[in-house]
C-alpha cells in the first residue's frame, strides 16, 4: 500500500462514509442525540489536550485534509478576519468545549451556544430525531446547556487565543433561560452576555428558538428594540447580530430588517429551525409513531432551503447592501451555499447538512465557491454577494 492510499484510508471523508454514513442512513438505530455527545465528548478532549504529540499530529492531519484556502474567499467583517465564509452554525457546541479546533474542520468561524444564564437540562428525552431520506431533522432540545458559568470556565480551560488572534472567529449565542420570565428577558440575556464578551468576537441574540416558550414574542418590534438597547449598554460589547425564524411573515422580516437597521445591529442571522412543516406533515417519526404535524420541535435540513433563501432574499433588499447577512437553514452543497451567498448572504453556516454529508462538505463547498469566483471574474467572495450571479 502506498502512502497516498494509505493517508485515504485514514482521511476523515473515508472514516466519516465508512462509520457514522450507515448510521445516518437510518431514522432509527443509534439516537441521534446520543451519536452527536459521543463525537462532542471526543472533540472536547481533543481540544483540552490538542497540544499533546498524538493529538495534535491528528489535528493536523485533519486540518490538512479539510482546510481549503485562497484569498479570494476571504473577508473583513464585524470587525473580524474571516478565512472563508463557512461558519457552524449554533447549537452543535452548545458548551464550547471545542472551541479552539473549529479551525481544523475547515471552518472560517465557529458559533458557540445557545447559552443561558441557569444552566438546564432541556426538555425530556428522545428530544432529536433524523429524517433520514429528506436529509432534515426535528429537534425540541429546548436550549439544554451548562448555563454561562460554565461555559466561561470551559473557554478559559481551552486557552482559546484572545479576540482577533484565532484562526477561526468565534460567536456566541445567547438565549433566555426557561424559568426567567419575559419581563426579566433582557436582564438574563445581559448576565450571560457580560459574562462572556471578552471571549466572543460576535454575539448572537437568539430570539427565534420554537422550543423556548415565548421566546419568538421577543422578535416583536418594540421588545427587540429594549432587549439591543439593554444590551448595548455592556461595557465591551462585541458586535450584536439577532437571529430570526424562517417562519415569520415578508412583512414581519421587513420590520426586523429596519429595527437591525436603526439600531445599528451588526447583522441578522437568517434562518433558525421551522415550526412549519414544510410537506413533511405526514411524515411518520418511527421513534414516536406520530406524525410530524403532531410532532413539538423545529425542523431544519434540506426542507428548510427554499424559505431560507427567501428570507435572505428578502433581508437584502429591506436593509440595504451594507448590512451583514449570515445565511443558515438547509446548505448542503456548493450550488445552494452559492445561491445563498449571491442573494445576499455575506457568510453562511451549516448544521444538518454538515452532519449528512460529513466533514468534507466544508472543502466541497469551498472549492465550489472558488470555482464560480473564477467563473464569473470575481476577484473576491464579497463582490459575489448580493450579485444574483447565478451558479454557472
Ligand atoms: C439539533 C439542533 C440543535 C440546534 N440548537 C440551536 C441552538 O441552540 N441555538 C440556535 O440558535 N440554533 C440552533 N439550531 C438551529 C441551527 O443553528 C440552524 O439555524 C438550523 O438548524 C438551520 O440550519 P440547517 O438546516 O443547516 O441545520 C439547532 C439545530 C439543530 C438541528
Redesign the pocket.
Same mark, same amino acid.
Given at each position: 500500500m502506498n502512502n497516498r492510499s494509505r493517508a485515504k484510508l485514514i482521511s476523515s471523508e473515508f472514516l466519516y462514509k465508512q462509520f457514522i454514513s450507515p448510521i445516518l442512513a437510518r431514522d432509527e438505530g443509534i439516537d #441521534?442525540?446520543q451519536l %452527536?455527545q459521543i463525537t462532542l465528548k471526543s472533540l472536547s478532549q481533543a481540544s483540552l489536550y490538542r497540544s499533546f504529540p498524538g493529538i495534535s499530529h491528528a489535528l493536523a492531519h485533519l486540518a490538512n485534509e479539510l482546510k481549503h484556502e485562497n484569498k479570494k474567499l476571504e473577508q473583513r467583517l464585524l470587525g473580524c478576519h474571516f478565512k472563508n465564509p463557512i461558519g457552524l #452554525? #449554533? $447549537?452543535?457546541d452548545?458548551n464550547g468545549i471545542a472551541a479552539s479546533i473549529w479551525d481544523k474542520f475547515g471552518f472560517g468561524f465557529a458559533?458557540l $451556544? %445557545?447559552v443561558t444564564w441557569h444552566p438546564q437540562s432541556g426538555n425530556p428525552k428522545p428530544r @432529536?430525531f433524523r429524517l433520514a431520506e429528506e436529509k =432534515? =431533522?426535528l429537534?425540541r @432540545?429546548g436550549?439544554n446547556?451548562d448555563g454561562a458559568m460554565t461555559m466561561k470556565k470551559t473557554l478559559e480551560r481551552q486557552k482559546i487565543l484572545p479576540c482577533g488572534n484565532r484562526p477561526c472567529v468565534i460567536g456566541i449565542?445567547f $438565549?433566555k433561560s426557561k424559568k426567567t420570565s419575559l419581563s426579566q428577558a433582557a436582564d438574563d440575556y445581559a448576565s450571560s452576555l457580560e459574562l462572556l464578551s471578552s471571549f466572543a468576537d460576535y454575539a448572537?441574540i437568539?430570539v /427565534? /428558538?420554537p422550543?423556548t416558550p415565548g421566546l419568538r414574542q421577543l422578535q416583536d418590534a418594540q421588545q427587540l428594540r429594549r432587549l439591543i438597547k439593554r444590551l448595548r449598554r455592556l461595557p465591551a460589547c462585541p458586535p450584536l447580530l439577532v437571529?430570526i425564524a424562517?417562519d415569520l411573515s415578508n412583512d414581519q422580516v421587513d420590520g426586523l430588517a429596519q429595527v437591525a437597521f436603526q439600531e445599528g445591529l451588526a447583522g441578522i442571522?437568517a434562518?433558525? %429551525?421551522s415550526l412549519n412543516r414544510l410537506g413533511l406533515e405526514d411524515r411518520v417519526i418511527p421513534q414516536t409513531g406520530r406524525i410530524l404535524r403532531d410532532e413539538e420541535g !423545529?425542523l /431544519? !435540513?434540506?426542507p @428548510?432551503?427554499g424559505r #431560507?433563501l427567501e428570507i435572505i432574499r428578502r433581508l437584502r433588499k429591506s436593509a440595504g447592501q451594507s448590512l451583514p447577512l449570515i445565511g443558515? !437553514? $438547509?446548505?448542503?452543497s456548493p450550488q445552494n451555499a452559492w445561491e445563498r451567498i449571491t442573494a445576499g448572504a455575506s457568510l453562511i453556516?451549516?448544521? %444538518? !447538512?454538515?452532519?449528512f454529508q460529513g466533514p468534507s462538505l466544508v472543502p466541497n463547498i469551498l472549492e465550489g465557491l472558488e470555482y464560480q469566483l473564477n467563473r464569473h471574474g470575481f476577484h473576491n467572495i464579497s463582490e459575489a454577494i448580493g450579485s444574483e450571479a447565478p451558479w454557472i
Open positions: #441521534a442525540e %452527536t #452554525a #449554533a $447549537g452543535f452548545k458559533e $451556544g %445557545t @432529536l =432534515a =431533522a429537534n @432540545l436550549f446547556n449565542n $438565549g448572537v437568539n /427565534s /428558538s422550543n437571529k424562517p442571522i434562518v433558525n %429551525t !423545529g /431544519s !435540513g434540506r @428548510l432551503c #431560507a443558515v !437553514g $438547509g446548505i448542503d453556516q451549516v448544521y %444538518t !447538512g454538515w452532519i
